[in-house]
């Protein structure tokens, strides 16, 4: 177990102190240096990916059960051939009018509150919080901001001061207020209460140091928490709490968002609340990168009059054609059904080796978004993150690839591409069984 | 002229309260509100583009001295060939190994100092900039930052801080202190002593506020400030004062990089200097969303120990295949000799109008980065903003776009793609006698 949870972010990375570097990977150490994070004991070399499955240099092949951000599939097909059109015709900045931009936002603001009117194009979901983060405050005149105690919202330096999972040293800012995770064992049988009395709690402390509140910012699936999406509807009364003490609620549905949680396009939608501000990014491009923010017009308005806003790629053309074929593809498969229909399919095999194995503890999820938590035998209560690493690097010698999650890092976080058939979930429950047998 | 410098980004932009709206422009503030920033007063609705023309919808063809980001030319068939093979292969994080992006890394790196070892590959210049403030800060235990009066440096929340051309209201945090920009107007005859003596005053100021100096930080060409190229070498001095105080030198190379300043790689190379870190983005992937901190291996160890850093989008294997599609375009097709070239006959005919009409002031550049001042007629130092507009407007009807930059926005910002012909260069000048005629 790591001693303090802010090293769960490197626990299955590869360590350069640990074990010795293949020629790939020592020239990836010289070229990124201190910044590289690599997975696995033995990082893997790829060549190339499609649909669930990757390749590696080596020859071998994985399942993919990792990577949220080929949501529709590796290399799909329309995907590539939207990028590939509009790429050798024009890519150009917001400057200027360009049909195929305004046409993508037309469909995703389809997708969204109507409330959320406006939305401004980013690179990625650091940039589209950090830009949230500031309309949070110019709205609100406030500039707390409270997270959970395990969150991840980005890189950014001002969004690192709300990304409590990226910090190595230090503690909280006084602006910033971090509660417990959404998490049974955090709050009992009343979760909803719980939560909302807590996010209470952290505008009162705000006040302490003399601070009101900006925002409450949560992903709405609590991904690098350790996935807590039930029960769907506990945010309710913790959005109620932050907009009686005059901030907003911001969605940050990078991870949950585009169909993940197979219940709803977003993750906020599971818990019937409508947020002041959406922030998305990775799936949202399918390896494109690109994301937003949706605000409403007046807040927007009111950040513009002060700050002047421009993104350069934010918006380009073919950041559009590959976002607009990733709507298309989402509806046309039918993928938040297949994330649905898939997903409750692997939760009921997981089920079934959780019934059989006593250091597989808690499950939870929803859609092609699963948390399951590794425990000492019997008691899932206590975490076990040596387990868990060590249960990684075994799926990936069984050809699958997945990551951890959580507090301990003691949770698999599965999320595969949401084009998992049952076939796949089958070949991953098989793999995991093996894993740890 | 604007009431204040703040106010020159909105300029030469569409201005809905100011201009009836068409169908398409409707439709664009529909969805991006107050953030949409449309340049002219009837904006351009854009099809397609190639080298250094683009196509509107309206079937009327553009010349286009504006746009950096495109430095090879619009739609190179090189690069759009390098996206298209390698989107259809593998698009994924740098959690793994992936040949393509060390491979570009090593031929990044070849044309960067030997000092700067290590390469942090990011999705835009506002991630880069921002990344390599936090890391000058870990480096030197200082938190000061010193940056020229009208400089942009990005979009986040801390590089906002450092970018006075962004703020619409306020001033300077305590943490940075601004220097006039080094024109002559501002330093006299000597502006390589005047700019350093600058420097050393705003590390009086920081000390008297407290705080030491974590970096200088300069467009190596300072754009935004109206394009200050010379004399070369006058950096140096102000990059030994910055050291001497325990400072770092960051050079923002998103606009002088690649090879625009014809006369080297970087601007920064100019002035003699080799900076503590490097940052850059527009034109190094021709249009595909990437940038970069290139830094000193020891400086980014001790940022990382203190906070994890990872960048999903940042690296991908599409980006290493766009950006280094774009190094070779830029040796094969020699485009820094033709910037250098192309540039000189450019200023020269440029010269000759500055001769024959007295409303055209100073002429500044180097390689394709020029700046000429509008002024009031014989009074080269009596900017003249208005002017500016309704030439950079005139331009467009006669089928050439191009921008504004400096404290009064009077100055053209002159950077076409850096494929340019003499005969398009022609093409410019005459445009631009018959705007002013």
């Not at 949870?5 to 293949?22: G, K, T, V, Y």
């Not at 559009?320 to 046309?332: D, I, N, S, T």
């Amino acid at each position: 177990m790591p001693d303090s949870p802010r090293q769960i972010l490197d626990m299955n990375a590869f360590d350069a102190r640990q074990q010795p570097a293949s020629p790939a990977v020592s020239r990836r150490l010289r070229n990124f240096g201190a910044a590289s994070v690599l997975f696995y004991q033995e990082p893997i070399e790829l060549v190339s990916a499609e649909g669930c499955w990757m390749q590696a240099a080596d020859g071998r092949r994985y399942l993919d059960f990792y990577n949220n951000v080929p949501s529709v599939g590796h290399s799909h097909p329309a995907v590539v051939a939207a990028v590939r059109e509009q790429i050798g015709q024009l890519n150009i900045n917001t400057r200027y009018v360009v049909d195929v931009v305004d046409g993508y936002l037309e469909a995703l603001k389809a997708q969204l509150p109507a409330l959320l009117d406006n939305v401004v194009l980013t690179c990625s979901g650091s940039e589209a919080n950090d830009l949230a983060m500031r309309i949070a405050c110019k709205a609100t005149g406030g500039t707390g901001f409270i997270v959970t105690e395990n969150a991840y919202h980005g890189n950014t330096q001002y969004v690192t001061e709300i990304s409590p999972s990226a910090w190595k040293q230090g503690s909280a800012p006084p602006h910033v207020i971090t509660i417990p995770a959404p998490s049974a064992q955090n709050y009992g049988d009343d979760l909803t209460a719980g939560f909302a009395e807590n996010v209470k709690a952290a505008i009162d402390e705000l006040a302490w140091y003399g601070q009101s509140p900006a925002a409450l910012i949560c992903d709405s699936i609590f991904s690098s928490d350790g996935v807590f999406p039930d029960p769907a509807g506990f945010l309710k009364p913790a959005v109620e709490a932050i907009h009686q003490a005059g901030g907003l609620f911001i969605a940050d549905e990078v991870q949950p968002g585009f169909g993940r949680t197979g219940e709803a396009f977003w993750g906020f939608a599971r818990h019937g609340v409508i947020p002041d501000l959406v922030t998305m990014g990775k799936p949202m491009g399918n390896g494109f990168p690109m994301a937003a923010v949706a605000a409403k017009s007046a807040d927007l308005e009111q950040f513009c009059a002060q700050t002047g806003y421009f993104n350069t790629f934010g918006g380009n053309p073919v950041a559009a054609a590959a976002g607009h074929a990733v709507l298309k593809v989402l509806e046309q498969e039918g993928l938040q059904k297949n994330a649905l229909v898939v997903g409750r399919y692997l939760r009921a095999r997981l089920g079934d080796l959780v019934q059989r194995d006593p250091r597989l503890g808690d499950l939870r999820g929803a859609g092609l978004f699963l948390g399951l938590d590794l425990c000492q035998p019997d008691a899932p209560d206590a975490p076990d993150a040596a387990l868990a690493t060590d249960v990684i690097n075994r799926l990936k010698t069984h050809g699958v690839l997945i990551g951890a999650a959580g507090r301990y890092g003691a949770t698999l976080k599965i999320r595969p591409p949401l084009c998992l058939s049952q076939d796949e979930a089958d070949i991953f429950c098989h793999a995991l069984d093996l894993a740890l047998g």
